[in-house]
């Protein structure tokens, strides 16, 4: 079966249980679960009745579609996602964001925890993503292009939409919520960042670094998805404090920012895209 075979029968199982038709997709980070809880869920599946669909092996659930309303808004939400450090193959870790898009979204919202470039960031802060620096030695469109997904050469100019980038940082600013903005460089991992790396990191003009985020936003935008993205930054990045990084630390920070978090949505889906084309 082709990729395009393979989404057919995975959307067609989806459709199955739920006629619902999402507009908005949402990709949660590690830790940023909560956000769940305030949405009307209408079907709930685990990534592993899903046929073809990747699961992932990191610590904790292994993941799960769910189908909602929020603010009247139809979305899809992916709670868990595959990273390439897994060893999956970049088409596994697209495979979910091309399934939202056979579903019918028009907009993909990605949210990750990152490490922060910039010193003067604090553990907890938002970081609005404006652009991407694809360090992961790969790209999910390598091989033959395939045509009815999107273009051979997909332009990136705009890989992240100014207008919803622009009502995020709006949102976090009406909301008082610390964020910043700027550039997320995506990184295989599973290493975390040397000083010397980090260093470099900076000096191209990094604000974050993560092991995600870049395959999707590319494969959405390929799509032809306004994207739109955010980290929560959980810790700064190697060498900028002397303490050394753990992944426990990185959850625990995602997991107290719950209510900011959870806040931002809800302004952001009831100011930004209800009711707007
Ligand atoms: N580096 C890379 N990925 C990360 C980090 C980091 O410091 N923190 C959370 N994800």
New binding site residues.
Partial sequence: MDVIERLQETTHYIRSLSQLKPRVGIILGSGLGALVKYVQIEKEIPYEDLPNFPTPSVEGHKGRLILGEWHGIPLAILQGRVHYYEGHKMDAVVYPIRTLAMLGIEIAILT?????LDPKMTPGDFMVIEDHINLMGNNPLMGPNIKNLGPRFPDMTEAYDRKLTAGMIKTLKDLDIPHWQGVYCG?S?PT??TPAEVRFLQTIGGKA???STVPEAIAANHLGLRVCAMSCV?????GIHTTK?THDE?TEIANSVEKQFCDFFDRFLSTELADKP
């Fill in positions: 990750n925890s990152a490490g922060g990184v991992g975390y960042e670094v993560g092991m959980t810790n700064p990045a190697a990084l990185v």
